[in-house]
């Protein structure tokens, strides 16, 4: 509990209590539904706080890597993976690349923006000097082509990282997406996995860097 005393001047202020809240138990074989309420930054970390008093350690870390995702908060990461150190949980481990794709994701559209209007503004300075018949100087076609490539590359590389959360115990990771395939650990709940692609009934994930895959229905998938 006392990794969430730095979040519950927060809940306090921002959240009324809940009013006859029982512990939830959520069937792993669904996934964690989001109301419009429970989508908000306070609301998750009121919940995560709740679940954590519960030790419903699964859930906590659910709504806390959500309220991450959701406000790019770094000062929420070194919390997770407090919590998931507790319950020697893999996938939490971070370090300065994490830190620094969160604020790249957190700052992406203004980049973004940036890059575009100066590659608009040389280009309407490139057809104005056209218009005019003057000579466009070297450094300003420089300038057009490496904005251009920067905005393509950006665009087309950028992407969010598909993350899941184990939601049971005794889940099978296996090397196929098949009952046939070979076990390659019988893993319980909370681990966070990255999802990398889904197959049929199956997510292809990432476990302890190599591909393996996870059946869907015991993975709480973290979106938004």
Known sequence: MQIFLKFFFIFFLACPPLCGQGRQVVSPEVHLKLSSRSRQPAEMLRLAYLREQKENYAQALFYLNLYALTTHDTDAMPVIEQLA????????????FEWLQM?????????????????????????????????????????????????????????????????????????APSAGGRTIKVVNQGHRIPILEEVDIWYKIRWQGKPAYIRKNFVWELTL
Do not use: C, P
């Open 85 to 96: 150190s507790r319950y020697r949980l893999l996938g939490y481990e971070h370090n300065d």
């Open 103 to 175: 604020k790249y994701r957190q700052y992406f559209r203004y980049i973004l923006l940036g890059v575009l209007a100066l590659w608009t503004s040389v280009l309407l300075y490139w057809l104005y000097a056209w218009s005019r018949g003057y000579e466009v100087l070297l450094r300003y076609k420089v300038i057009w082509g490496v904005t251009l490539v920067v905005w393509g590359l950006i665009f087309n590389f950028y992407q969010d990282n598909k993350l899941g959360i184990i939601a049971a115990d005794q889940v099978y990771v296996m090397d």
